[in-house]
């Protein structure tokens, strides 16, 4: 019997997005060429798959769409009360190109947060703790294991102090490995969660959500192979709360 070949994978059909929505995407926009669309994520805004939401931003993806073109494509994602910079591909050379520079860590991810109570020590250094994911009923976890735990992925976190009380600190943090909740997960390793994460940590006053902001990302150019880095600046209700410590 000759075997079939593989089924390919159809693109979902075209979501119709109100005016408002499209507006609301396009302002997210920080960079854009012939075969990247970078975008400032807020928070609140599930990247794929969110439940209670009209739209996930993959969907909003949409009003980018050429007639009869796919979407752009997430590279990565954010979770969804995290914001900052994420990246598209337009194309799907460009989205194979950059999966393969993501697996080969020739990404550079950059994020800002804040750590409570007090500050890390060493004031630099890194985290390398072995993860494994958790699903009670329909969420899911991420938990520090051993390294020989049959599930276990290997993640590492490297982390910079840039201001400290005695309170809290904040950091500069760049994940070398990409796990799920991964620097949420390693901070609260250290006794060290992130502010505002009622989920690995404790809510703040003050803070609605937890303070993860993803400042920079750098990769190299699918075409040109030039090196890009996009850039995020602080929200108004994160910078708002640095100021007030």
Same mark, same amino acid.
């Given at each position: 019997?000759?075997?079939?070949? *593989?089924?390919?994978?159809?693109? *979902?059909? *075209? @979501?119709?997005?109100?005016?408002?929505?499209? &507006?609301?995407? !396009?302002?997210?926009?920080?960079?854009?060429?012939?075969?990247?669309?970078?975008?400032?994520?807020?928070?609140?805004?599930?990247?794929?798959?969110? !439940?209670?939401?009209?739209?996930?931003?993959?969907?909003?993806?949409?009003?980018?769409?050429?007639?009869?073109?796919?979407?752009?494509?997430? @590279?990565?994602?954010?979770?969804?009360? /995290?914001?900052?910079?994420?990246?598209? &591909?337009?194309?799907?050379?460009?989205? =194979?190109?950059?999966?393969?520079?993501?697996?080969?860590?020739?990404?550079?991810?950059?994020?800002? /947060? @804040? #750590?409570?109570? =007090? &500050?890390?020590? *060493? $004031?630099?250094?890194? @985290?390398?703790?072995?993860?494994?994911?958790?699903?009670?009923?329909?969420?899911?976890?991420?938990?520090?294991?051993?390294?020989?735990? $049959?599930?276990?992925?290997?993640?590492?976190?490297?982390?910079?102090?840039?201001?400290?009380?005695?309170?809290?600190? +904040?950091?500069? #943090?760049?994940?070398? /490995?990409?796990?799920?909740?991964?620097?949420?997960?390693?901070?609260?390793?250290?006794? +060290?969660?992130?502010?505002?994460?009622?989920?690995?940590?404790?809510?703040?006053?003050?803070?609605?959500?937890? %303070?993860?902001? &993803?400042?920079?990302?750098? %990769?190299?150019?699918?075409?040109? =192979?030039?090196?890009?880095?996009?850039?995020?600046?602080?929200?108004?209700?994160?910078?708002?709360? +640095?100021?007030?410590?």
């Amino acid at each position: 019997m000759t075997p079939r070949p *593989p089924r390919k994978l159809r693109e *979902p059909a *075209p @979501i119709q997005l109100t005016a408002d929505e499209i &507006a609301f995407v !396009r302002s997210l926009v920080i960079y854009e060429d012939e075969a990247l669309l970078a975008l400032n994520k807020p928070a609140g805004l599930s990247s794929q798959g969110g !439940r209670g939401q009209v739209n996930t931003l993959d969907e909003l993806l949409w009003a980018f769409a050429r007639p009869g073109k796919p979407r752009p494509r997430l @590279i990565h994602r954010l979770d969804r009360d /995290t914001s900052g910079v994420i990246l598209t &591909a337009k194309t799907k050379p460009a989205a =194979g190109f950059l999966g393969k520079a993501m697996m080969a860590r020739r990404f550079a991810k950059t994020y800002r /947060t @804040i #750590v409570t109570p =007090g &500050a890390p020590e *060493p $004031p630099e250094g890194v @985290i390398e703790a072995a993860m494994r994911r958790d699903e009670v009923g329909r969420e899911a976890y991420m938990r520090v294991c051993r390294p020989d735990h $049959p599930d276990a992925e290997s993640a590492r976190t490297r982390y910079r102090t840039l201001q400290a009380t005695l309170a809290a600190a +904040l950091l500069e #943090v760049d994940p070398e /490995t990409g796990r799920m909740h991964q620097i949420r997960v390693h901070l609260a390793a250290v006794d +060290l969660p992130v502010a505002g994460d009622s989920v690995y940590g404790v809510a703040e006053p003050g803070l609605e959500r937890q %303070f993860l902001h &993803a400042t920079q990302l750098a %990769f190299p150019h699918p075409f040109s =192979g030039e090196r890009i880095a996009t850039k995020s600046d602080l929200p108004p209700d994160l910078a708002a709360y +640095l100021t007030s410590l």
